[in-house]
């Protein structure tokens, strides 16, 4: 237990009544999940607002209250702490709550539209097979060094975040690298972190079904670089227009990496082919297991990291050559007849256009292209027609299906990608909304040689319909397509 004053000691209270010298066993955001003493934070969110049950929290055992209006009725038994911005305060009280864990480690945030997971799941294993304990916080898989623990989210709640933040100190991690999305720095779920560094990937359409607008989605990644402290670095791809946006306000010391432009981390992709690729980091020739210039720019954030960091660049450049794809990400299983299939996370109009221009490099002669790909239900309606669109463009087939269709109707969604493409594309179209089905007849239109992309769920083992979410993982499904053909 700790002293209520001392988890408060470091947010601005702008009043409060009750005892303050109270010791308390948690912090909760969730009514449902409070115990006696705990602390119960009261923040309005996208969905429900914590203030509707301060109530419950109270018959449930909380002593404490935090929120930013203090309610109609005044229980002289519970301590009421009044604050400007509770979901900031939450995530101040976490870290001092936990014992400033992030200030205890090297944690580094990596964001942007694409690239987020493998940046950071390879600079986890970048580190661990540098020799040192390290942790993960990222959509696929947590890891408090070696130990996984389910993801739910792509960033956890603050108390979430720095309680796994905490168990990576007591196990001695030395870093920790976290995918920090835009909804995580929009609704401040970082607050209170001590970051060393920050990498910006890329912006490109995703998510305006939450922040609206494009320039809204822009600042929410802005923040995050924002409030990074001058001893952390800064590190953005200078081939992105919005690079040099996120470094406008920082007080970080100001990096980038490019492929195309000057940068302190320049990169150059000097072969391709289907088992990996080579490249040129800083003139520095390196074999990688990996293809795509999106992975460049990948392998590049993460060579320039890791020698932020201290590393030695020809210890880096080792493990940079035999580190592994990550799972869902450029994933490929080849049949027994030589047909080709790659599983991919691209659900984004700029993640489908990387890899299918990437795909378009490795094939061969008169091979195929066939491509199967959907839209998630309840997300931004507008990137739907554009990407069926340049799936059409850069395919020989595309078999339109679903996705995650959560609470709309699947064909709905598969008209909405439809409507957006023009003949003679549209003649390339195919509309199978059961998805197996729809990868099933993929396989079935390949030949030999031929390359069927299988894009937007990747690592995801689930379907979600109607706010069930369903054992559906396209990587096991291809596999056994793959071995009764």
């Not at 101040?92 to 940046?119: C, D, E, Q, R, W």
Request: net charge neutral.
């Amino acid at each position: 237990m700790i002293k209520l004053s001392n988890i408060l000691a470091e947010i601005k209270v702008l009043e409060n009544s009750g005892d303050l010298t109270k010791s308390v066993n948690n912090i909760q955001l969730d009514s449902r999940a409070i115990k006696a003493n705990d602390i119960f934070v009261a923040i309005k969110g996208t969905q429900v607002d914590g203030n509707d049950f301060i109530a419950k929290a109270i018959e449930l055992g909380a002593t404490a209250i935090v929120c930013e209006n203090l309610p109609n009725i005044i229980n002289d038994k519970i301590t009421y702490i009044k604050v400007e911005d509770a979901a900031n305060a939450v995530g101040v009280m976490a870290s001092v709550f936990y014992g400033h864990p992030s200030a205890k480690l090297k944690l580094v945030g990596v964001t942007g539209t694409n690239g987020k997971t493998t940046i950071a799941t390879l600079l986890y294993q970048m580190f661990l097979n540098l020799g040192y304990k390290a942790g993960l916080l990222s959509t696929i898989c947590n890891y408090i060094n070696t130990v996984a623990v389910d993801a739910t989210h792509t960033t956890p709640n603050p108390v979430e975040l720095n309680k796994m933040l905490a168990e990576m100190v007591t196990v001695g991690c030395d870093y920790c690298f976290i995918e920090v999305s835009s909804h995580a720095a929009h609704q401040q779920r970082i607050a209170g972190l001590t970051f060393a560094g920050g990498v910006f990937t890329n912006i490109t359409q995703d998510h305006l079904d939450y922040h609206k607008t494009f320039s809204e989605y822009i600042s929410a990644k802005k923040l995050f670089f924002d409030k990074l402290p001058a001893s952390a670095f800064a590190l953005v791809n200078n081939d992105d227009r919005n690079g040099t946006v996120m470094l406008q306000n920082t007080k970080a010391r100001k990096l980038t990496y490019a492929l195309k432009s000057m940068a302190n981390y320049n990169g150059r992709v000097l072969e391709s082919h289907l088992d990996g690729m080579l490249v040129s980091f800083n003139n520095t020739e390196i074999w990688t297991r990996f293809i795509g210039g999106f992975n460049a720019y990948n392998l590049l954030a993460v060579y320039g990291v890791a020698l932020e960091l201290g590393q030695k660049q020809e210890e880096v450049v080792q493990v940079l050559s035999n580190l592994k794809t990550v799972k869902g990400r450029f994933e490929y299983i080849i049949s027994k007849d030589g047909k080709i299939a790659i599983i991919d996370y691209a659900h984004t109009p700029d993640a489908l256009d990387n890899v299918l221009n990437t795909i378009q490099q490795i094939s061969e002669g008169d091979n195929k292209i066939i491509t199967v790909v959907g839209a998630g239900g309840n997300r931004d309606k507008s990137k739907r027609p554009i990407m069926a669109t340049i799936a059409a463009k850069l395919s020989h087939h595309v078999v339109l299906t679903s996705d995650n269709p959560r609470n709309e109707n699947p064909d709905d969604i598969i008209s909405d990608m439809r409507k957006g493409v023009l003949e003679p594309l549209n003649s390339k179209l195919l509309s199978i909304t059961n998805r197996k089905e729809a990868i099933r007849t993929a396989c079935a239109l390949a030949q030999p040689g031929d390359i069927i992309l299988v894009a937007g769920k990747g690592h995801e083992n689930y379907q979600e319909i109607n706010g069930v979410k369903y054992h559906f993982d396209d990587i096991e499904v291809v596999k056994e397509i793959f071995k009764t053909a």
